[in-house]
């Protein structure tokens, strides 16, 4: 079974680390810092940034040996760090 190419990128899953990254570290984000999503989201923000930075890794490990897209991983995990430190901050000052 041959790999078709699109725009030079593989049809392999590693594609899509980094999109996904991008996307679950912007609801970690979003649900560590906006006041009103931190009641409700507070366990999917723990996860979705836990994520975003194992999937964003292995994004920019994909990516530097030619399948995937760079930027959309280091940027995922670096949003997924965001949001995955204003939990555990959030979490800290609070006591808990």
Do not use: C, K, N
């Not at 009103?36 to 507070?42: F, S």
């Not at 999937?55 to 490990?61: C, D, E, K, N």
């Amino acid at each position: 079974m041959s790999e078709s190419t699109v725009s030079g990128q593989s049809d392999s899953p590693a594609v899509a680390l980094g999109p996904i990254a991008l996307v679950l570290g912007v609801f970690s984000v979003v649900g560590a810092w906006v006041p009103t999503l931190v009641l409700v989201a507070l366990p999917w923000t723990v996860i979705a940034g836990a994520l975003a930075i194992a999937l964003g890794a292995m994004g920019v490990h994909h990516a530097r040996r030619g399948v995937g897209r760079l930027w959309a991983a280091v940027v995922g995990t670096g949003l997924g760090v965001v949001g995955f430190g204003g939990v555990i901050a959030l979490l800290w000052s609070f006591g808990g």
